[in-house]
Nanobody, 116 residues
Framework: QVQLVESGGGLVQAGGSLRLSCAAS????????MGWYRQAPGKQRALVAT???????NYADSVKGRFTISRDNAKNTVYLQMNSLKPEDTSVYYC??????????WGQGTQVTVSS
């Protein structure tokens, strides 16, 4: 089965930066879109950013200009560079990927906490 392994979460002060990484492995079919979603306690899981294998990106309005999504197709890895972090960015961030059969997969989630 497909496994998504995340890293890079942690605690940071407001205005600081973090870089999240997620590597996909075990897929029998090509990975198509990858992305990041987040879910805070008591809130709905929401899109943060997505990127296709060709490099087309989509961002939530709340993170435009602050976050940048990128990927390394050779490594099946997606990144999320988060700058100018705000306390309202505090959430569990989930990696997402889908394959050529349109099956979707989720990572385990990584905690991002922004203080001050």
């Amino acid at each position: 089965q497909v496994q998504l392994v995340e890293s890079g979460g942690g605690l940071v002060q407001a205005g600081g930066s973090l870089r999240l990484s997620c590597a996909a492995s075990g897929s029998r079919y090509r990975i198509n879109a990858m992305g990041w979603y987040r879910q805070a306690p008591g809130k709905q899981r929401a899109l943060v950013a997505t990127i296709t294998s060709s490099g087309s990106t989509n961002y939530a309005d709340s993170v435009k200009g602050r976050f940048t999504i990128s990927r390394d197709n050779a490594k099946n890895t997606v990144y999320l560079q988060m700058n100018s972090l705000k306390p309202e960015d505090t959430s569990v961030y989930y990696c997402y990927a889908d394959d050529a059969l349109q099956y979707g997969y989720w990572g385990q989630g990584t905690q991002v906490t922004v203080s001050s």
